[in-house]
């Protein structure tokens, strides 16, 4: 079965300095990976996906997130946090294969400090 | 991608009461899911509802409490039943748009009291 383990609920960074959220997964067959974002009182936005191919991959807003098959973790950085990076995050898996079941994580609230 | 809305955006109940939550999406898709997302915690999926055959309901839903339409590819339903304050909840709705990744509604933020 799969699951996916967030590292720390709650994230405090200045505005300028490096966003990383942790994100280690279970899975036993290769996974497809996502990172979402739900700002206050919005549903979910992806902001990127791993499926195949490249381990580094681009997202939307300057994040990017790299998959580790050797350390089962697919952390999501961004090299310089802005106010409005402030939001939950969700790093979700699924089987590979359209319609599989997602499984989420806890979340990551991030604060951003001006 | 998907566009997806969701109606209502949100809404108060009354206790003992029922609401149904439309969601529609502006191209045909084979999957439809339904999560809920109770205050401070992440997604829990309910159903997953695919066109023309009955709603598969996850361990701890069933459907006289969570019923589920699915008509066509580009609209579902949910119903929430008999509702009590423990339904207090985001409830939202995606699709699978055969990319092998699930887009999500607004969510509909329901208060019951």
């Known amino acids: 079965a799969q699951s996916v383990t967030q590292l720390g609920s709650h994230v405090s960074v200045s505005e300028g300095a490096l966003v990383l959220l942790r994100c280690n997964y279970s899975?036993?067959?290769?996974?497809?990976l996502f990172w979402y974002v739900q700002y206050p009182n919005q549903g979910l936005q992806l902001l990127l996906k791993?499926?195949?191919?490249?381990?580094l991959v681009k997202g939307i807003n300057g994040f990017e997130a790299e998959f580790k098959k050797s350390e089962t973790s697919f952390h999501l950085t961004k090299p310089s946090a802005h106010m409005s990076d402030a939001a939950e995050y969700f790093c979700a898996v699924s089987d590979s294969g359209t319609g599989n079941q997602f499984y989420f994580g806890t979340g990551t609230s991030l604060t951003v400090i001006p | 991608s998907a566009v997806i809305s969701q109606k209502p955006s949100r809404d108060i109940c009354q206790r003992g009461t029922s609401l149904t939550i439309q969601c529609q999406v502006d191209?045909?898709?084979?999957?439809m899911f339904w999560y809920r997302q109770q205050p401070g915690q992440s997604l829990t999926l309910i159903a997953t509802?695919?066109?023309?055959?009955?709603?598969?309901?996850e361990s701890g839903f069933v459907i006289d409490k969570f019923p589920i339409s699915r008509p066509n590819l580009t609209f579902s339903t949910l119903t929430v039943s008999n509702m009590s304050p423990e339904d207090s909840s985001i409830y939202l709705c995606?699709?699978?748009?055969?990319?092998?990744?699930?887009?999500f509604g607004p969510g509909t933020r329901l208060t019951v009291l």
């Open positions: 191209s045909q898709v084979t999957m």
């Open positions: 995606s699709v699978d748009a055969s990319t092998d990744t699930q887009y």
């Open positions: 509802a695919n066109q023309g055959s009955e709603a598969t309901y």
């Open positions: 899975s036993s067959v290769p996974p497809y």
């Open positions: 791993y499926t195949t191919g490249a381990t």
